[in-house]
């Protein structure tokens, strides 16, 4: 058995239960609701896009004012005079090592920096935006009673018929246990 075949197997789910959903949307439904479920959709797609924008502006925004802050703490600890010796109690001297080449920045940790703050800013943007454009399709959704009554029941029956195809599907013999017989 390779996986393909489970890829396979799934990617059928998907379909049915797809097939089962737009046959839902399709007849439970009246055209002003599928209107108001597309617009929310695309409101929950757009608040995603536009935050996920803002974050990942965000995150080179602050990537860029952090690597400045390094090197400015890098040239002020350059120019600072530095102990060259250390002078023990019992007359014996040893040289302080110059550490300064370790502490400058670098290309990878500018890299690297940037990277990590870009895909923070780009998450944190993201799901925001995510959240308030959820908030906002589900406000437009409830706002009208009837359209919540009617999405609600049609997603309600929409469930029991998945269900029920699951069921089959588990009292048939499944595709895996076919494979194996």
Request: hydrophobic share 45%; aromatic share 16%; with cysteine.
């Given at each position: 058995m390779s996986m393909e075949s489970l890829a396979a197997l799934r990617n059928q789910r998907n379909n049915e239960i797809r097939r089962l959903a737009e046959e839902h949307f399709q007849h439970d439904l009246t055209q002003s609701d599928r209107d108001t479920l597309r617009s929310a959709a695309s409101k929950v797609s757009n608040y995603a896009n536009i935050g996920s924008g803002l974050g990942l502006a965000?995150?080179?925004?602050?990537?860029?004012?952090?690597?400045?802050?390094?090197?400015?703490?890098?040239?002020?600890?350059r120019a600072?005079?530095?102990?060259v010796e250390v002078r023990f109690a019992d007359g014996r001297t040893e040289a302080v090592p110059d550490i300064t080449p370790q502490l400058a920045p670098s290309r990878w940790g500018d890299a690297?920096?940037?990277?990590?703050?870009?895909?923070?800013?780009?998450?944190?943007?993201?799901?925001?935006?995510?959240?308030?454009?959820?908030?906002?399709?589900?406000?437009?959704?409830?706002?009208?009673?009837?359209?919540?009554?009617?999405?609600?029941?049609?997603?309600?029956?929409?469930?029991?018929?998945?269900?029920?195809?699951?069921?089959?599907?588990?009292?048939?013999?499944?595709?895996?246990?076919?494979?194996?017989?």
């Open positions: 965000f995150g080179i925004y602050c990537a860029f004012r952090l690597r400045r802050m390094r090197v400015a703490y890098f040239n002020a600890f600072a005079e530095k102990p690297a920096t940037y990277f990590f703050f870009s895909v923070g800013g780009l998450f944190l943007g993201g799901e925001s935006g995510f959240l308030l454009g959820t908030a906002s399709a589900s406000r437009s959704i409830t706002k009208d009673p009837q359209t919540r009554e009617r999405l609600e029941k049609a997603f309600a029956n929409f469930r029991i018929d998945a269900m029920k195809k699951e069921i089959q599907q588990l009292e048939g013999k499944s595709k895996i246990a076919e494979l194996f017989s």
